[in-house]
């Protein structure tokens, strides 16, 4: 299935169609009922200059297992990006939005630079809730810290508060780095502890009924 889908991707993108359209016919396709939507219809690719040289990150991450130490993180493509059709949309309409505990660098990172996206984000700072990724100052897997590392970040919880400061005003900090709590409300979030381990779904389900409660809760000052 993962092998299909990469081909039909790859064959209606080369026939023209645009990416918001292929993840809509991929979804439907899949039985995934919620709305998916990309961050843009561009081609943007993340690369890094490594010890071993300049890596696609597919080359990083999957051919050198992320083992070359990171001089520099660089996106490829953004000049020309804009949202998705629809992005735009569904943040204002949504209720909550919630920022994932996945990395920061390169996986929440080239959503957030792509041109008008953070002042989207922006916007929605006071329905946006982040999840730390990190439990303990450990990534639950893949090179987080490393990354963070190499774009000068503090690599740990707080680090990760700092840069989605001006997006989220609640943060879900795990219970391993409850010592962090009173630095990163210092910042101006609303904070709740909790196991972000998402291990299962009932433990998915704990941390965003978490992040919904945050919202419930006065804004901090």
Same mark, same amino acid.
């Given at each position: ?46 690369? !890094? ?41 569904? !943040? ?23 041109? $008008? ?18 439990? $303990? ?14 774009? $000068?970040?503090?690599?740990?919880? !707080? ?38 381990? !998402? ?23």
């Amino acid at each position: 299935r993962d092998l299909a889908t990469h081909l039909y991707r790859t064959g209606r993108l080369a026939a023209g169609a645009p990416l918001h359209r292929v993840t809509a016919e991929l979804a439907e396709r899949l039985g995934v009922r919620s709305r998916i939507l990309p961050m843009s219809d561009a081609r943007i690719e993340t690369r !890094l200059k490594t010890a071993a040289g300049d890596l696609h990150f597919q080359e990083y991450f999957v051919r050198e297992h992320w083992r070359p130490a990171v001089h520099e993180i660089y996106w490829t493509g953004l000049d020309e990006a804009s949202p998705a059709p629809g992005v735009a949309e569904a !943040l204002e309409a949504a209720q909550l939005v919630l920022i994932a505990p996945s990395n920061p660098s390169i996986s929440i990172g080239p959503i957030l630079r792509v041109p $008008g996206m953070r002042s989207l984000l922006r916007a929605a700072r006071e329905k946006t809730v982040a999840v730390s990724p990190l439990i $303990g100052g450990r990534a639950v897997k893949g090179p987080t810290v490393e990354l963070l590392r190499a774009e $000068g970040a503090r690599p740990d919880a !707080l680090g990760v508060a700092e840069r989605y400061q001006d997006l989220a005003s609640g943060f879900v900090l795990d219970t391993e780095d409850a010592a962090l709590a009173p630095a990163i409300a210092a910042l101006g979030y609303r904070i709740a502890l909790r196991p972000t381990m !998402l291990d299962d779904v009932d433990s998915a389900r704990d941390v965003a009924s978490t992040a919904v409660d945050l919202l419930r809760e006065p804004a901090a000052a």
